[in-house]
C-alpha cells in the first residue's frame, strides 16, 4: 500500500484548495520535498525532452510542438503502478474545438523516461493529494511530455486551443525547464470566467493543479527573449481519471 503523504502541510493545502476552489499552485522547492526529487534528479530527468517528436498534427499549421505520449493505471490500495499498452491520444470535438474528434498517434514514451524514478515519485505524490479530494482508490494518468519551441518568426502556443478542459478528473502542468522565453503565463479559472490562480511556471518543479471537472486553464504564448535564438518551454501534463 502507498505510504501516505497527507499529513505534510503542502498536500493538506493543495487537498483544501482542490476541494474549496478547483485549483492550486504548489512551488518548486515545496513540490520537490513532497515527492523527494533533488535538484540533480529535475536536470536528469528533463534530458527525455530532447527526444520528444514533432506534433504532426497542430491544425493551426504550427511546427512548434513536440511530445511523447503514453498511459497509466495507478492502484492506491497495492501500489502498483501499471503502464497500459500504447495507442492513440484522443479528446472529443466537445473538448477540445482545435484538434478533437481525432486519433492522434504519438511516439511512446522512451524507457529511460518511465524508468526514471522521478516519473513514479511525480505520479504517486499527485496522485495522493488527489484522492484526499475524492477518495478515488484506481487512477488512470495520461501522461505528455510537451516541449514549446518559440523563434522569431512563430511563437509557440502552449494551448492552441485556447481556454479549454481536458476531460478528465485532474489536470497538471509540471514545469521541467525554459530557456530564452518570455510569456507563458497561466490560468486556471472557475466555470464562470473567474481567475483563480494566475502564475508563470519558471523553475522545475513548479507545478499547478486543476479539477478539471470545475475549472478551465489555459497558457499564454511564449517568444523567444533573444531573437538570436530558438527558445523552448518544458513540461510535462498528467492528466488524471478516477477509475
Known amino acids: 500500500m502507498i505510504t501516505a503523504k497527507l499529513t505534510s502541510d503542502v498536500a493538506l493545502a493543495a487537498i483544501k484548495d482542490l476541494s474549496d476552489s478547483g485549483a492550486h499552485l504548489i512551488r518548486h522547492d515545496e513540490f520537490s520535498a513532497l515527492t523527494g526529487v533533488r535538484p540533480a534528479d529535475w536536470a536528469r530527468f528533463a534530458e527525455n525532452w530532447e527526444v520528444l517528436r514533432r506534433d504532426p498534427y ?65 505520479l504517486v505524490g499527485l496522485a495522493e493529494i488527489f484522492t484526499g479530494v475524492d477518495g478515488t482508490k484506481k487512477w488512470n494518468i495520461k501522461v505528455t511530455p510537451i516541449r514549446t519551441t518559440a523563434t522569431k518568426d512563430e511563437a509557440g502556443e502552449p494551448t492552441p486551443e485556447g481556454r479549454h478542459k481536458d476531460g478528465v478528473t485532474f489536470i497538471t502542468s509540471l514545469m521541467i525547464g525554459r530557456r530564452n522565453v518570455t510569456g507563458g503565463q497561466s490560468t486556471v479559472y472557475a466555470d464562470d470566467g473567474d481567475p483563480l490562480v494566475t502564475t508563470t511556471l519558471r523553475e522545475p518543479g513548479d507545478i499547478l493543479l486543476g479539477d478539471d471537472r470545475r475549472t478551465l486553464h489555459e497558457v499564454t504564448a511564449v517568444h523567444p527573449e533573444d531573437d538570436g535564438e530558438p527558445g523552448r518551454r518544458d513540461v510535462l501534463i498528467m492528466a488524471y481519471t478516477a477509475r
Open 58 to 122: 497542430m491544425a493551426d499549421g504550427g511546427t512548434y510542438r513536440y511530445r511523447r505520449y503514453g498511459q497509466f493505471e495507478l492502484d492506491m490500495e497495492t501500489g502498483d503502478l501499471t503502464q497500459l499498452p500504447h495507442g492513440p491520444y484522443r479528446q472529443e470535438a466537445d473538448v477540445n474545438k482545435l484538434h478533437g474528434g481525432v486519433d492522434r498517434v504519438y511516439e511512446p514514451l522512451t524507457e529511460a523516461f518511465v524508468g526514471d524514478p522521478v516519473l513514479r515519485d511525480v
